[in-house]
């Protein structure tokens, strides 16, 4: 059985009466990437700034490795890497200032004995000058200082909002390839991001945050193996083959129509026999279309 | 950290100090020439004619003005307490607000080290910095003084040991100020405004028996220069609530900083 590393226990976060996030359980094991996927307004960031005591939690726990994680438990913080959604740092500072900066707070800490030389392999990966100063760095320049420090501590948790944006198509691999080598090395990264084409590619689970809450959560595979398909079908009255499957049209034009089905094939095929199909053409759902179709109920849901 | 926050804050410490250096350095260079051949008494006599609450409230009744450290006694030491007291409040407005105010914080809250220690060596810097500004100013006084004539040094000594009063809890006001609010910018008004009233409402204080109550209502009272002039001592009650302030503020920031939405 896999180890916990994190654990969000029932977290309830309001703005005033704007909900954040409600009731919002969730678990990382070690060693894995963990997608935490959702729109803008969804409630991620909101759930990282709980994860990272920047905010007060209305209810509910994190716990860390076993522990509860409080704001002040330097401990675990040692172990924990975070790069958040926008990277402000200090401007009067040089790159090789804020790496030092940042050694500086690790040299008590046994796991951070090599901080030195990641260091040094990050900068060197991610093609960053650090004589040049903070305020003169590009967006994706600050991204990828913002990457070595999340990083050179050598954290056994990563937590990431947003991280590749700002970051070229070529950054982006190198950084993708920083992540497998950690998830290697046993260590777990939670990966908030709203490209979903990037979880497919490095995440091993996935959690869909809609609304403030946890719609779904599991491996990546299994949430795209799910029954989800999209089914097209032309037949002679598809209004009424709508109607007698319960389903709603995503589009329609003249006899042909599109929907998804959360139906076994055998049983749709068996229903729609009772209909003149002349073409069918059932597809299974990727995990973008898996993603959107959970948005679009969830949006007939909130007009109901 | 606090070698750190010592660079940040450095500039502004600079800034303030030599601007006010400048001020002293061409009041003192022009002072001799405005008091020479007699003219000292024609201002005293001069201020004669003004009401004694108003002479009172600068320290006029008790110091000439035919001096530069008559000067300094009166006009001069109203001006530092206001610019000190200016200084030490944006500081203390500014030193843990910044973070929040640069978005920095984030980076700042995920380091492997407590709120707690983040505020106390902040709240140590702010103090090495106050305490630089008077002794700088003090010992500036004090050569430029004892250059151009013969003033009393143990009660100027004395005096420039009472800013440090008005200043600390102005700072400790600031900074507790500061823990309900996320942007720099409300508080630049918030402290200046609340320097200028203390500045005026202990002013106004000296000015009759009827307003003398609101001598409690400012931090400038507890200067008490007037008693460094006639008794050439520091008000010990003074001191105490001085103390008993800057302590009960810092607790309070703390404690309100622990528990504050950061972002």
């Known amino acids: 059985m896999s180890e916990t590393i994190l654990e969000i226990k029932k977290l309830t976060k309001y703005y005033g009466k704007v909900k954040g996030v409600e009731n919002l359980s969730l678990s990382l094991n070690k060693g894995e990437i963990f997608g935490f996927i959702g729109p803008n307004g969804a409630g991620k960031s909101t759930t990282i700034r709980s994860i990272m005591n920047l905010i007060n939690k209305d209810s509910g726990s994190v716990w860390f490795d076993g522990r509860e994680l409080t704001r002040d438990d330097v401990e675990a913080k040692s172990r924990i890497g975070y790069l958040p959604s926008e990277v402000f740092l200090y401007d009067d500072l040089t790159v090789k200032g804020i790496f030092d900066h940042h050694e500086s707070f690790y040299r008590n800490y046994s796991r951070a004995a090599g901080i030195h030389e990641k260091r040094q392999t990050l900068v060197e990966r991610l093609k960053l000058d650090e004589s040049r100063k903070i305020e003169d760095l590009s967006l994706g320049n600050l991204k990828k200082v913002g990457i070595v420090l999340a990083l050179m501590h050598e954290p056994e948790l990563i937590i990431m909002d947003e991280p590749t944006s700002g970051l070229d198509p070529i950054m982006q691999n190198v950084f993708y390839e920083l992540l497998k080598e950690e998830r290697e090395k046993g260590n777990t990264v939670f990966y908030s991001t709203h490209i979903l084409s990037e979880v497919s590619k490095i995440c091993d689970r996935v959690g869909i945050i809609r609304n403030g809450e946890l719609i779904r959560a599991g491996q990546v595979d299994e949430i795209s193996d799910k029954q989800l398909t999209f089914v097209t079908v032309t037949a002679d009255d598809v209004d009424a083959l709508t109607a007698a499957l319960g389903v709603k049209a995503l589009s329609q034009e003249e006899n042909t129509v599109r929907f998804a089905n959360n139906m076994p094939d055998d049983e749709l095929i068996k229903k729609l026999a009772n209909f003149r199909i002349r073409k069918i053409l059932i597809e299974e759902a990727t995990l973008e279309e898996m993603f959107m179709h959970y948005y679009e109920e969830g949006r007939e849901d909130d007009k109901t | ?263």
Request: glycine share 6%.
């Open chain 2, 1 to 263: 950290m606090i070698k750190r926050e010592l660079r940040v804050n450095l500039r502004g410490f600079i800034i303030w100090t030599g601007t006010m250096l400048v001020l002293l350095f061409l009041i003192y260079l022009v002072y001799p020439s405005i008091v020479s051949d007699g003219k000292g008494n024609k201002v005293n006599e001069m201020l004669e004619a003004f009401p004694p609450e108003l002479l009172k409230a600068f320290n006029m009744d008790i110091a000439g003005l035919d001096s530069a450290f008559g000067w300094l006694k009166s006009e001069g030491f109203v001006f530092l307490y206001l610019i000190i007291g200016i200084y030490s409040c944006l500081l203390g407005s500014n030193i843990l607000l910044k973070e929040e105010s640069e978005k920095t914080i984030e980076y700042l809250a995920a380091l492997p080290i407590t709120r707690r220690k983040v505020a106390a060596d902040k709240i140590i810097v702010s103090m090495i910095y106050i305490l630089s500004m008077i002794v700088v100013l003090g010992v500036f006084n004090m050569i430029a003084l004892n250059i151009s004539e013969t003033p009393d040094n143990a009660q100027l000594l004395l005096l420039s040991v009472t800013p440090v009063f008005p200043a600390i809890v102005l700072f400790a006001l600031g900074l507790f100020i500061s823990t309900f609010t996320h942007k720099t910018k409300k508080m630049l008004g918030i402290s200046i405004g609340m320097v200028f009233a203390a500045y005026i409402l202990g002013v106004i204080s000296e000015m009759g028996e009827k307003v003398e109550g609101f001598k409690y209502l400012s931090v400038f009272t507890l200067a008490d220069s007037r008693r460094v002039i006639t008794k050439s001592e520091l008000n010990p009650i003074c001191v105490v609530i001085s103390v008993v302030l800057l302590a009960v503020f810092i607790a309070l920031s703390l404690v309100r900083y622990q528990k504050k939405e950061l972002v």
